[in-house]
């Protein structure tokens, strides 16, 4: 199959074909990066060396393949060259390279994707690129409360979600059915509500410990992905409140729950409880967090009355700037008077949110996650065996084909720091469950995210989609064959 310029996810800015000009990798190419480079320089190595068999040596000396730093481009940005005597990929900063590296490996052959060697012609379509992000976030989102996910489970999501220039990934590590992050200064939480029987049906034990989630932020950091831990809260507690009875208004322990009904547990906004333990849980979790932002939940308290939900936000915004830390919540959060500094996920399948444009008008910003369009376990369609339906069904076109900024009166481009796509795990139980339902629908998001509004075109993108297929098997990656892509 010849491979065209502009066939990558998500669809690069501007893109100029030189149909003369093709590079060819071979036994003898290296690698040349300076200081700076030379980290992701070792991952193009990294991934490239499998499918190879080459050595693809790093070095500093003259090498076909050059990596280098031009800070006159934005972080993120990066222009790649590829011409007959070799590729120069130049980034505004490591994170530039690291998504011109994704590039590059969309611009070999699929069988680069394949974790053993392959006889092919490593040839590269000649002309040049020049990309950057439309929006600054771009995230994906794990429930690992409803289903456990291990770490090894994660990092390797996080290595398929790289591939399409996601930055961020939002880590849902607490709610109703289990408590999966270890909190120091209150052990019960994991050693109960991580044991086993927790998780819907009871389907499984698991937590991460202080140096797993290390494990897991280093890891994404070196996918150039933020993690975003999320503790939810005054509602999703049932899994604290099993651990902690002094969580709950009359003291005594709830049953533990392994069903999936929403909107029946809180926190007390009148008990000084509530707040030393959401002061702990936040300052330790701040603690094992470089990135910038912690998720408060904030979602469907429907247990909580209006006034309390309110004192009780108004109560812990504060706790997130004492840790330095910027809060994110589920839109029902800008109910309460937001800081600036505050971001508001809307979620909703409504086409309207006075709260959210109030935030908005307020100087905050907001991450789009509209489930119709984005909740990636939503059905694909009526036979779907995986996932839920309540937001409707959602096959790749309608996760492609709306725009973020159109989304809800008040919350123009401007206001928006970008799109994720949540992934709920109740009927997961795999990877592989992970996987499909991930993709193909996480790439349009993905694309939604980073490529300019103009260039966007549903034809191309499934004749891209179809070609990403054998990228996949190669890489053993499960994925939805929807009847929407023209597969090959
Ligand atoms: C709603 S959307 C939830 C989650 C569920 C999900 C299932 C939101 C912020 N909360 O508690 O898992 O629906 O799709």
Do not use: C
């Not at 120069?88 to 974790?115: D, H, K, N, S």
């Not at 040049?128 to 600054?136: C, G, K, W």
């Not at 390797?156 to 220039?165: C, E, G, M, R």
Request: glycine content about 10%; overall charge negative.
């Amino acid at each position: 199959m010849s491979r065209e310029l502009g066939d990558v996810i998500p669809a690069p800015v501007e893109v100029r074909p030189d149909a003369a000009a093709r590079f060819t990798l071979d036994a003898d190419t290296a690698i040349g990066a300076a200081l700076e480079a030379r980290k992701v320089a070792a991952y193009l190595a990294g991934i490239l060396r499998p499918a190879t068999g080459f050595d693809l040596p790093v070095t500093d000396g003259p090498a076909a393949i050059v990596l280098r730093l031009d800070p006159s481009l934005g972080e993120e940005e990066y222009r790649l060259e590829i011409t007959d005597g070799g590729v120069a990929l130049t980034g505004g900063a490591p994170a530039g390279l690291f998504r011109g590296v994704q590039t590059l490996r969309q611009l070999l052959p699929a069988e680069i994707f394949a974790t053993v060697p392959q006889a092919v012609r490593w040839t590269l379509p000649g002309g040049t690129i020049a990309d950057r992000p439309r929006f600054a976030y771009r995230g994906a989102m794990l429930d690992v409360a409803r289903h456990f996910f291990t770490v090894a489970e994660v990092k390797s999501h996080l290595d398929t979600l790289a591939q399409f220039k996601i930055n961020h990934l939002h880590l849902h590590l607490t709610d109703d059915q289990g408590w999966r992050i270890e909190i120091e200064s209150w052990p019960k939480l994991t050693a109960i509500s991580g044991g086993d029987g927790t998780g819907v049906d009871g389907a499984g034990p698991g937590f991460y410990t202080r140096d797993d989630y290390a494990e897991i932020v280093a890891y994404a950091a070196s996918r150039f992905i933020v993690i975003v831990p999320e503790i939810d809260m005054p509602g999703h507690v049932n899994a604290a409140q099993v651990a902690y009875p002094e969580l709950t208004a009359d003291g005594v322990a709830p049953p533990q729950r392994t069903d999936v009904e929403v909107g029946y547990s809180s926190l007390v906004a009148g008990k000084e409880e509530t707040y030393t333990f959401v002061d702990d849980v936040l300052r330790e979790v701040a603690a094992l967090t470089p990135g910038p932002w912690l998720h408060i939940g904030g979602d469907e308290a429907q247990a909580t009355t209006a006034e309390d939900y309110r004192t009780f936000i108004q109560r812990v915004l504060p706790l997130v700037a004492k840790y330095g830390k910027s809060p994110v919540g589920w839109h029902e959060m800008a109910a309460a008077d937001l800081p600036p500094t505050a971001v508001t996920q809307f979620w909703r399948i409504e086409a309207t949110d006075d709260d959210t444009a109030r935030a908005v008008a307020g100087g905050g910003k907001v991450i789009m996650s509209p489930a119709d369009r984005t909740y990636l376990d939503m059905k694909y369609a009526d036979d779907s065996p995986l996932g839920l339906d309540w937001a409707g069904l959602l096959d790749v076109g309608k996760a492609y084909e709306w725009d973020p900024a159109e989304r809800l009166p008040g919350v123009g481009e401007q206001a928006l720091l970008g799109v994720e796509a949540p992934l709920w795990s109740e009927t997961l139980r795999s990877l592989t469950d992970v996987q499909t339902m991930t993709f193909p629908r996480l790439p349009a998001i993905a694309e939604i995210g980073w490529s300019p509004r103009g260039s966007r075109d549903w034809e191309s993108f499934r004749r891209r989609l179809a070609a990403y297929g054998p990228r996949w098997t190669f890489q053993g990656v499960a994925f939805h064959r929807s009847p929407e892509v023209p597969w090959a």
